[in-house]
């Protein structure tokens, strides 16, 4: 079975740094799409950014400038880099993937990790 695990959560001061992973593992034949998505306590799930197998990547306009998402397609990983986090960058982080899981299934499916928490606060 396919999962998904992020590390790099943490307690940071504002202004600060961050990076955050999210290592694929299990049966897949590849890739696609994979991305990073936030919870703030009381609001709903938000898109982060997004990079494609080829590199393209898209942002929300909240953390454009400030984070950069990026991708090991020989580690099966992703990465989130963030600097100059805010208070309002305080949320559970999660980890998402559209998947192609056999050389004989042409249908993708979409994993999610179990979520990292990055807390920013003074």
């Known amino acids: 079975q396919v999962q998904l695990v992020e590390s790099g959560g943490g307690l940071v001061q504002p202004g600060g740094s961050l990076r955050l992973s999210c290592a694929a593992s299990?049966?897949?034949?590849?890739?696609?799409?994979m991305g990073w998505y936030r919870q703030a306590p009381g609001k709903q799930r938000e898109l982060v950014a997004t990079i494609t197998s080829g590199g393209s990547t898209n942002y929300a306009d909240s953390v454009k400038g400030r984070f950069t998402i990026s991708r090991d397609n020989a580690k099966n990983t992703v990465y989130l880099q963030m600097i100059s986090l805010k208070l309002e960058d305080t949320a559970v982080y999660y980890c998402?993937?559209?998947?192609?899981?056999?050389?004989?299934?042409?249908?993708?499916?979409?994993?999610w990790g179990q979520g990292t928490q990055v807390t920013v606060s003074s």
């Open positions: 299990g049966t897949m034949f590849s890739i696609n799409v």
């Open positions: 998402n993937a559209a998947i192609r899981r056999g050389v004989y299934v042409q249908r993708l499916t979409e994993y």
